[in-house]
């Protein structure tokens, strides 16, 4: 993802459009369904722009993002990141336009999705219940809900007047008075209402539709089965769920209708939904940032040194790969993958900070991964807001002694008094192996540890 500072900067202008009036019964929409999967931040952004269109009017004054700064108290970063948020869920479409080194936008606010559409949307949500719970979730479904109009069966006539009782037609010389009077101007449009389409994935490489229907038989399921409606659906289960073609087939198979040769999407997404229960323990898929916090923090395009490649490494790599990495290439166990994912959305760790950790941990804990002292140096780095691999090794190595000692805490209590002299592995970017021959005591090890060390700092310091 390319830096805020690229895309935009305070000096920059914007103007405010909106599609369609927006009503008060949308913020309500947008605080109590909205907020908890985009945050305050980007809701306030949302509010903010909203707030700078007049009333009954489409579009704003034009202003700088400096001035929205101002009003908002945030970092042209903060705001950076809302907006993408706002865009992703589909409340923002962002314009720009370069005109001799300056940049104008046009930020065009999208209404809300009805409250029925959001609650049968087939991903939203699943992310607000997953979010909320299933107690809130009950509650905001009842209080976007109401009683209907009694039927006609419970006792009622309907009594209503057509259009053609109450009223009569115009004549021909009506017409001839209102001769160019309904044209509407070519830079024009009526202000009204647009109603919000749902949610779409974009189909990419990752789902493969052509193997999809490869492994299925036309007699099976035909591939006039395969509406657009029900390609979106596909498509955005695949990433809902995390369904590859041939997992999809036989969820496919199990919704297909085959009397009306149709594939039932309702039956569709309860087949996925239960097949990721059954995957993960009866939980349901979290709704998280896919861009943002970036994976990759190094600045290196092109690594030379033996550093340089192993940063570039921790940081364009999976924390899952990198336990497979590890192990040569096997499955990483559900324990250790609870222990990252803790770690990951708990203390709110880049993944590649955690790289670093699970590097450094493993080799100072016999290649195992320890829950509590995962978590203890995890929240350590949390606190001091560690979010390079590079700040990551750093912090490692300053901090080195103290880990010990956490170490020492967890593994050695019975034998509190005596301090043995630690000569475990440790990671390639904190000692150098040039060093001179193997030392002939404890002491002379303990020292060249030492100078490694403070060569090392050094290095970084410069």
Partial sequence: MAQHWKEMLPIDRYTVACNGILHEYDRKIITLLYQPLIGPVSMSLYM????????????????????????????????????????????????????????????????????????????????????VGKTQFTKLKKFFSDKVLPAETDGYENVTRAFQDVYDSVTPENFQMMDGVLDQGADEAYIGRVVQKGIQVEVDESFDFELLMAGLSESLVPKKAFTPKVKNAISNLAYLYGIDSLQMKNLVITAMDELEGKINIEELRKAARDWYQLEHQDKLPVLVDKIQPALKQSNVDEPKTKVERLIHYLDTTSPRQLLSDISGGTVPSKADLKIIEDVMFKQKLLPGVVNVLIQYVLLKTDMKLTKAYVDKIASHWARKKISTVKDAMDLAIKEHRQYLEWADNKNTKSDSKRKPIRTEALPDWFDEKEEASPPSNQDAQLEVRKRALEERLKKYKN
């Fill in 48 to 131: 903010t722009l909203w707030a700078q269109v007049e009333e009954n009017r489409l579009w704003s004054q034009s202003n700088s993002h400096h001035s929205l700064m101002s009003f908002m108290d945030l970092h042209l970063k903060s705001i950076h990141e809302a907006r993408l948020k706002l865009e992703g869920i589909g409340l923002l479409k962002t314009f720009v336009q370069e005109n001799e080194g300056s940049r104008s936008f046009v930020y065009e606010l999208q209404p809300p999705l009805p409250p029925e559409q959001f609650f049968l949307d087939g991903m939203l949500n699943i992310f607000l219940y997953q979010k």
